[in-house]
């Protein structure tokens, strides 16, 4: 597994192609290689995130966003995966009117049309789920039962919120092997965002069981901070590369 940051982490300081371009130079100086891009402030030009990836050695995973963003605006997240070289398309959260046995099934109709619209680009959906998702309906786990029904279905696992709806995330994500190819590694102390590693999220066994998994790509996430933004990602990026050695 290689490790990376999750660009959203840095959303209020992704305003301006120059302040894209400082953020990832910041971000390559921590030895950040790989990255997944979300919430770069859509004013900025597709071509200046490209070119300052480029630019700083660095390679992206794909775009994330909200299933209702995506949905609005398919064409943009499509341009810069292809502008960037990103492979995945992750949308975030079962949609509201979908939270019934039966929006499910629907939900994953559209997953697969959308994919659908994506093979022929070379790119692909991945499912990432937020906590509440698990109990979008009541009385199931709605996140496994698309699993089950859509079996392609590859997913961008949030560890934090992974964490918070079940007891045995390595034994989850061993479950799943091949169809996970990138987590993101955020924690918290009392609902507070910390850098991976030093708040209240279980870690026991975690990393082993991403690279038996067959997961690629392990990201540091932490959209919300107290001081230096760089240290904490630095501090999270850190860890994991120590639990990776």
Known sequence: MKSGIQISSLKPLLTTAEEVGA???KMAALGCRYGQIQWVDPAVPIEAI?????????E???????YTAVE???????????ATGGKWLTVSRISERCKSPEGLDVFAGELEALQEKLTPLGQAVCLHPVSADFAAVP?????????????????????????????DMPGFIRRYTGRIPMVHF?????GKLVPAGTGEVNWDGVVP?????????????QESWEGDPYICLGQ???WLNDQLR
């Open 23 to 25: 953020a990832f130079a």
């Open 72 to 82: 609005a605006d398919f064409e943009y997240y499509v341009n810069l995966n292809a």
């Open 186 to 190: 955020k924690d918290h102390i009392g």
């Open 139 to 167: 009385g199931m786990n709605a996140v496994e039962y698309l699993l089950h029904k859509l079996p392609w279905l590859p997913l961008c696992l949030d560890l934090y919120h992974l964490d918070k709806n079940c007891d």
């Open 236 to 238: 999270a990026l850190h």
């Open 60 to 66: 992206s995973l794909g775009t994330q966003d909200f």
């Open 209 to 221: 069981a991403c690279v038996d998994a067959g997961v690629g790509y392990g990201l540091a996430e």
């Open 50 to 58: 490209a070119a300052a990836m480029k630019e700083n050695g660095m």
